[in-house]
């Protein structure tokens, strides 16, 4: 069947594969971690041009590395259990029973369907968590917090909420060199063989320093880092971002991602990236333009 494009829009389409080749060539054999999770796997449409746009990579010779969140995945499945969530400063408290209700959201539902989104469309994905092939070791996540009247600091317990202590990336290296792409939920093992919950961004950065990534991307719902005065900020490094955090331009939930991307990068991930999931086919437009489309965090 003829194509019912106007020649105009054809010419726009090699236009554009044209100047993404230089790029293509750029990230050629290099391992690319992606962290994946917000209003973006939420969005069925979106979640489709995701998964073309991992295949994209594959095919072009990347090696994409999926690491998910489920957030309101796991509330929707508390709630329709009648389990309450409790949280500390942002973290969910995570016990026993709730651990089984998160490994079994993360590693068993969204885990497996993300993989499929990526097969149906060509890809050739296979879901794991950080359990499988001894990826990830964690351990318990302390944090203290000072009481306001006595000013002594308390140890609170958040359960089986982890961090990464070790990753073992072995199984990921053995990928890489097949066609395989690897879907990994935020779930890591410890030494007694505790199952952990650890928080997506966290486990990219650790997956991209232990795969010693080209770049870290963080998909999130806002543009980036935004000044003041809500401008898109392109490019940060080091010295800038702590004194954006100083001045409270970089609060909140922007703080962790943003340290996240620090880590990673003194680890050694060349850079790393805080970008709008929201925008259709986001990651071509980050990899395969010369301006790309969030804030890139560098070392200098």
Do not use: W
């Not at 010779?61 to 969530?85: F, T």
């Not at 089984?100 to 993300?114: D, P, T, Y």
């Not at 490019?235 to 939930?253: F, K, S």
Request: hydrophobic fraction near 45%; charge should be negative.
């Amino acid at each position: 069947m003829p194509d019912s494009r106007s020649l105009e829009d054809q010419l726009l389409t090699a236009a554009t594969l044209s100047e993404a080749l230089p790029f293509m060539r750029k990230y050629a054999g290099a391992t690319i971690v992606i962290k994946y999770g917000g209003h973006a796997m939420g969005d069925a449409d979106l979640a489709d041009k995701f998964a073309r746009d991992i295949v994209l990579m594959k095919q072009v010779g990347i090696n994409p590395v999926v690491v998910h969140g489920g957030g309101p995945q796991i509330k929707e499945m508390m709630d329709r259990l009648r389990i309450e969530s409790e949280f500390i400063d942002g973290l969910r408290v995570t016990d026993a029973a709730t651990m089984e209700i998160v490994e079994m959201v993360l590693a068993g539902r969204i885990n497996k369907e993300i993989a499929a989104s990526i097969n149906r469309v060509g890809g050739n994905a296979v879901g794991l968590s950080g359990r499988d092939g001894d990826l990830m070791l964690a351990k318990k996540l302390t944090r203290t917090k000072r009481d306001p009247d006595s000013n002594i600091e308390r140890e609170l317990d958040l359960g089986f909420v982890g961090e990464p202590q070790a990753v073992n990336p072995h199984v990921l290296e053995v990928l890489a060199e097949s066609d395989v792409i690897p879907v990994i939920a935020p779930i890591g093992y410890g030494a007694e063989g505790e199952t952990f919950n650890i928080n997506a961004d966290t486990f990219a950065g650790a997956v991209a320093a232990a795969t010693h990534a080209r770049r870290l991307l963080l998909l999130t719902d806002v543009a980036g880092v935004l000044s003041r005065d809500g401008e898109l900020l392109t490019r940060l490094t080091d010295a800038d971002l702590r004194g954006l955090i100083e001045d409270g331009t970089v609060a909140g939930g922007m703080i962790p991602k943003v340290e996240t991307c620090l880590t990673a990068i003194k680890q050694g991930v060349k850079a790393a990236v805080i970008m709008d999931g929201r925008v259709p086919h986001s990651l071509l437009l980050e990899l395969f333009t010369s301006h790309g489309i969030g804030t890139l965090i560098g070392r200098n």
